[in-house]
């Protein structure tokens, strides 16, 4: 079974300033890795996704993640937040085989101040 | 444009009631899933669905139902065995392989 923490449940930042969202999983296979982001009272998008190769991802909205096989994380980056970047984000993983199953962590709400 | 539409957005409904969440997707996906939330505790796998006529459980079935007729739709019905059904759904789907999911805009449930 699969499991995902996410180690901050708020992380509040000021407009222009770099933010770091932890994310942390355990399995006992290997596993690709996601991370959502959700507007209030919205449906999840998809920020980006790591399959397999370089280890250094870009998604969409300027985020990037970084895969460490070693250390089990998948933490998400930016390094200049906007008021828009408002929002809660999920980090999920699945199996690389078998049935597509995403498990997701609790979420981290990051605020944006101005 | 392709998508999941899930109705209503709103849904009250009163204890000992059962009632049914509709989704639909266009996306010519094979498989769709709901997921429960509730603040602080991310998502939670309700059912989900590989191909047509077939299901599985997931983390927290107890107390809802689904069917998957067709490969467009997968309805989840909260049945009055929920013991806490407020809470916001979300329905997703999936092509085959690790593409992530694509998700509805989901429906809030209250009981009152």
């Known amino acids: 079974a699969q499991s995902v923490t996410q180690l901050d449940s708020q992380v509040p930042v000021f407009e222009e300033a770099p933010v770091e969202l932890r994310c942390n999983y355990s399995?006992?296979?290997?596993?690709?890795l996601f991370w959502y982001v959700q507007y209030p009272n919205q449906g999840l998008q998809l920020l980006l996704k790591?399959?397999?190769?370089?280890?250094l991802v870009k998604g969409i909205n300027g985020f990037e993640a970084e895969f460490n096989k070693s250390q089990t994380s998948f933490h998400l980056r930016k390094p200049s937040v906007h008021i828009s970047d408002t929002a809660e984000y999920f980090c999920?993983?699945?199996?690389?085989?078998?049935?597509?199953?995403?498990?997701f962590g609790q979420g981290t709400r990051l605020t944006i101040n101005p | 444009d392709g998508g999941i539409t899930q109705s209503p957005k709103y849904l009250f409904r009163k204890e000992g009631q059962n009632v049914t969440l509709s989704c639909e997707q266009n996306?010519?996906?094979?498989?769709m899933y709901w997921y429960r939330q509730d603040p602080g505790q991310g998502l939670r796998l309700i059912y989900y669905?590989?191909?047509?006529?077939?299901?599985q459980k997931g983390d927290i079935a107890e107390g809802y139902s689904v069917s998957r007729e067709k490969k467009e739709s997968f309805p989840l019905t909260v049945t009055s065995a929920q013991k806490n059904p407020t809470a916001f759904y979300l329905c997703?789907?999936?092509?085959?392989?690790?593409?992530?999911?694509?998700f509805g805009s989901g429906t809030r449930l209250t009981v009152v």
């Open positions: 997703a789907s999936s092509k085959r392989g690790r593409t992530g999911y694509t």
């Open positions: 399995s006992s296979v290997s596993v690709y």
């Open positions: 790591y399959l397999s190769g370089s280890t």
């Open positions: 999920a993983v699945t199996p690389s085989w078998g049935a597509q199953k995403l498990v």
């Open positions: 996306l010519n996906h094979d498989a």
């Open positions: 669905s590989q191909i047509v006529n077939d299901f």
